[in-house]
């Protein structure tokens, strides 16, 4: 039986639910955000100038219809917990798919062909340090204003056994931001464009296969279920396994093809372009370019390095947080291997502004 409690108490609205079906586990968080996954969907401006008229084509038709048919067959419990959060929130099922397969769909606009240019760019930043002193996956969730007070923990336990924690969208399946779980495993997710031609028409979602990397037992497994051969798209993922004291980075692209990178006491810094899978044609945006930049100008070494690169804004038109009018920092995660922690920081990331702390070694589902 599900069991949905929203607490709007640590700053961030959450629900824990008990384990259960996949479509009640999906109707329960439905109901319980209903209100917000029917502003999301309201405020759109992407889904309802482009996505939804799209959807209306016999072309986008065709597409949405390859790409439910390839994802539900794989994934099917997934796509059950979909069914159950449109009816649980009363939105359309066209418009809870169209958010999901964002990334999937924006390709294959007729304006995006023409102009090269795939949607608005998602902008996101990850340090990456696997030292003994200091490991830290350290991740500024960046997005399109739209999803400011968009966004929601999901804190579940399936049926399986495996709890998650998952910073979600409304309206998305958990997580297309960062997450872990039970057995250890984390993750944070940084947007990568390739190039419209790049893309598979109809195949595997992105947000499925981080819903998926959610049950993940430890890191190969978790390396595993990123790396598909019938992607549409691709992504970056980055994981770590408290247990084994292990960190990569993975960049994934179409036709099964995969770059994973160990994480060690040199730290890494990810924007949103492809760095070490090669031979992916991409669309690089100057965001990425400037911060790259401006990121190898500063040390980090130490967590508080990290945190003070998270918070630079030095270039006002490019800078690493974002402060709108567009693109928004809506928070910064740090996870801590060495203290198996989750922190999640509002406001600038060198304040140090919590809104909420978990502990992934005695954090359970039902955590009160």
């Not at 296969?209 to 978790?222: F, G, K, P, Q, T």
């Amino acid at each position: 039986m599900a069991e949905g409690r929203r607490d709007g108490s640590k700053g961030i609205p959450e629900i824990q639910i008990s384990a259960c079906k996949p479509y009640e586990m999906g109707f329960t968080i439905g109901i319980h955000f209903e209100a917000m996954i029917r502003s999301r969907v309201a405020c759109d401006p992407y889904l309802s100038s482009s996505l939804q008229p799209f959807a209306s084509t016999k072309l986008g038709r065709d597409l949405v219809h390859l790409l439910s048919k390839t994802n539900s067959e794989r994934y099917p419990e997934y796509w059950d917990e979909l069914r159950g959060l449109a009816d649980g929130s009363g939105v359309p099922f066209l418009s809870i798919i169209l958010m999901n397969f964002r990334k999937e769909i924006s390709p294959f606009l007729p304006d995006v062909r023409v102009s090269n240019i795939v949607g608005a760019p998602d902008q996101c930043s990850d340090i990456l340090i696997c030292s003994d002193e200091l490991a830290v996956m350290a991740h500024n969730e960046d997005g399109d204003a739209s999803l400011r007070n968009h966004v929601y923990i999901v804190n579940a336990t399936l049926e399986n056994g495996v709890s998650f924690f998952a910073y979600t969208c409304a309206g998305e399946l958990p997580s297309c931001c960062f997450g872990f779980n039970s057995n250890g495993v984390a993750f944070t997710l940084d947007s990568v464009p390739p190039a419209p031609e790049e893309v598979v028409p109809g195949g595997i979602g992105r947000n499925f296969v981080s819903r998926d990397l959610l049950e993940s037992s430890d890191i190969h497994d978790a390396l595993r279920r990123v790396q598909i051969e019938n992607l549409s798209a691709g992504h970056n993922y980055n994981i770590m396994d408290v247990n084994s004291r292990k960190m990569f980075t993975t960049e994934t692209a179409s036709r099964g093809r995969a770059s994973v990178r160990e994480i060690n006491r040199d730290a890494f810094y990810h924007a949103n372009m492809y760095q070490h899978l090669s031979a992916v044609k991409q669309i690089v945006h100057q965001s990425s370019v400037c911060r790259q930049k401006r990121v190898a100008e500063l040390p980090m070494n130490t967590l508080q390095e990290v945190l003070t690169i998270l918070a630079d804004d030095s270039n006002q038109d490019f800078p690493v947080y974002m402060q709108g009018p567009q693109l928004h920092t809506l928070c910064t995660a740090i996870f801590d291997m060495n203290e198996k922690s989750l922190t999640i920081l509002t406001g600038k990331p060198s304040s140090m502004s919590v809104l909420r702390r978990v502990l992934m070694t005695t954090w359970t589902a039902k955590e009160e």
